[in-house]
């Protein structure tokens, strides 16, 4: 009875067999219902995957390290950091699939998307480094090979925003069109998203910030898990928002397709509030303010 299970042409093995038509993760919304087997599709889904490994041997290390930097456990950052990359690199995954394999695979994604890869591995075994080290891998320049790193980070980092803009724009002129509502929210997520995540990663490298914090800290409290200060102002939240519209305005979108909405009206609504919501935690945090004061 288990050889059967196993070996059956309906069994455990063939549903979870790595054969050409069942390789990746089905997202539910993609027009074949699975994951293209072209060489982008599979780096970004890659990616992800590798990334994942490394988070849970940084979770490891949390749990056996108990070293604080400022305040905060030293593997926090990486952990953070790890998961956002995860949640990138799927995002890039699922919404290319609106472009036609041609374009999906030509020579200026390709490019970018190897750019991208290339730089999420450069930063994340950077970071972690940095906090084997016990030092800080942002906003550290106490050593000249330290701020060198934070500048190759900053291209790093650029490199990150720039494949999900490029992707936003190919979405917008060759996009598959029968799903206007998850059209309409990959182009508003990934373009404004990406624009408005640079922009508020720019304002930290200021002379005058260089730091995610506006204010001085006293006892450092923290929100859990996100860290985000609950004493001074934090422009990692307006960052997190601008961030992280690249999956919500897309989600909306197919939720307006799937309930038969107008997806414009739903769009530019959700896209409004967003852009507003950031630019309020972006002022909060400029004049000193936590989000969640203690």
Known sequence: ??????????????????????????????????LAQDHISRIF???????????????????MDYRLLDGAPIWAKPIKFSLSLILHFLTLAILCQQLKPQQRTGKTFTLFGYLAVAS????????????ARGRHSHFNGNTEFEGLMYQLMGLGAF??????????????????????????????GLLI????????????????????????????????????????????LPHFIATHMMQALPL???????????????????????????????????AGQPIFPT
């Open 1 to 34: 009875m288990f050889k059967q299970y196993f070996t059956s042409e309906n069994g455990l093995f063939k549903r979870f067999a790595n054969t050409p038509d069942r390789v990746y993760p089905r997202p539910f919304f993609d027009r074949n219902n699975q």
């Open 45 to 63: 889904i890659n990616s992800a995957f590798s990334l994942l490994g490394i988070t849970l041997i940084l979770i490891s290390a949390y749990a």
């Open 120 to 131: 999420m591995i450069f930063e994340q075994l950077y970071i972690s480094i940095q906090a």
């Open 159 to 188: 490199n990150l925003v720039l494949i999900s803009f490029i992707l936003g724009i190919m979405i917008w002129r060759y996009g598959d069109k029968n799903n206007s509502g998850l059209r309409y929210g990959s182009i508003s």
């Open 193 to 236: 998203g990406s624009a408005l995540t640079l922009y508020y990663a720019m304002l930290m490298t200021l002379p005058s910030v260089q730091s995610h914090y506006v204010g001085n800290l006293i006892n450092n409290s923290t929100i859990p898990l996100l860290g985000w200060s609950r004493e001074v102002g934090d422009l990692r």
């Open 252 to 286: 909306l979108g197919l939720l307006a397709d799937k309930l038969k909405l107008s997806p414009r009206i739903v769009l530019l609504c959700a896209t409004v509030i967003l852009v507003i919501m950031s630019k309020l935690a972006l002022d909060l945090a400029l």
